[in-house]
């Protein structure tokens, strides 16, 4: 095994709210009010469309707001990782990465552990330049039962309402999360801070059609199932948490820049903006309706 270098769980493709648009020369990320499942393949348009995209979807008019999904592991924070995160915006690096209490830090000398104060007191972190930054891998469909799509996310709704789901339903399922019937949902609320303009998180439910009791019955079926069949849950778990923790940071260079792209793209704190949840495009249900009540003040 390659040291310095996090074995991520495989991606097969990725989960979005928005996309990267160009304008005046500059590529600037719009947020929708609508999951979009993409490929890996970028072209000078934009990401190329998964064809789970369609497939989840009635029909090609109808908005993506629910995906049925799985989860790899048990652990919680194996599923679903979120730090603090500083990243260098030339290079693509990440720079700095803590959880508030600690970090760990690229210097000239190596990387060094050293105290998190989070971005609020951290001189480092001025101009919004670092902020929560959560990547979520779930499994779609039955094709591929280790490889996963992932979901990033900068928004503080969504990344504490998906850590907190993630806990209680790992809690209720006596550890069997992995074989829990989940879906991902887009929820939509208004809050102070975007001036009561609707912004969208996304969160983690039991999935539709289903109760709380038959999603646990269904989930310890599996696991009876699994084990029959000499899948050895615990040892995946094991793999994955060495795998992270073989690396100082879980982003390559390459993956980072896309993650600069969408995500900080300018330098505004983080606290006076309301644009790391998405907010509906003009031309969506959401943003007509947020016109409507601006043209009735």
């Known amino acids: 095994m390659l040291k310095g270098l996090a074995l991520t769980p495989p991606v097969l493709g990725r989960i979005s709210i928005g996309k990267v648009v160009e304008r005046n020369g500059k590529r600037l990320p719009e ?10 393949v970028q072209s000078r ?21 629910s995906i049925p999904i799985r989860l790899l592991f048990n652990e919680p924070e194996l599923n679903f990782r979120a730090d603090y995160t500083l990243f260098d915006r030339q290079s693509g690096r990440p720079l700095c990465v ?16 050293l105290p998190c104060p989070s971005p609020d007191a951290c001189p480092l972190a001025k101009g919004g330049a670092c902020k929560p930054y959560g990547r979520l891998n779930v499994i779609i ?8 799509f992932v979901f990033r996310t900068t928004g503080f709704n969504s990344i504490r309402t998906l850590a907190a789901r993630l806990h209680y339903f790992q809690a209720i399922s006596g550890n069997r999360l992995a074989c829990l019937p989940l879906e991902l949902r887009l929820r939509g609320k208004s809050t102070r801070q975007s001036h009561g303009t609707p912004i969208f998180y996304v969160d983690i439910t039991i999935r539709a059609g289903m109760d709380m009791s038959e999603a646990l019955q269904k989930a310890s079926e599996l696991d009876t199932q699994r084990q029959t ?16 923790g073989n690396g100082a940071f879980e982003d390559s260079e390459e ?7 969408e995500f900080f793209v300018n330098s505004e704190p983080a606290s006076t903006s309301s644009q ?17 009540t601006s043209q009735a003040h």
């Open 276 to 292: 790391d949840e998405s907010q509906p495009a003009p031309n969506s249900l959401a943003g007509k309706l947020e016109a409507l």
């Open 31 to 40: 947020k929708d009010d609508q999951f979009t499942i993409t490929s890996q």
């Open 98 to 113: 803590g959880n508030g209490e600690t970090c760990k830090r690229a210097a000239q000398d190596g990387i060094q552990s």
């Open 141 to 148: 469909g039955d094709e591929d039962s280790l490889g996963s």
């Open 255 to 261: 993956d980072s820049h896309v993650v600069i792209e």
């Open 229 to 244: 069949a000499g899948f050895d849950q615990r040892a995946l778990d094991d793999a994955a948490r060495r795998g992270f």
């Open 45 to 65: 348009d934009g990401w190329l469309l998964h064809p789970l995209n369609d497939e989840l979807r009635q029909s090609k008019e109808d908005k993506l707001r």
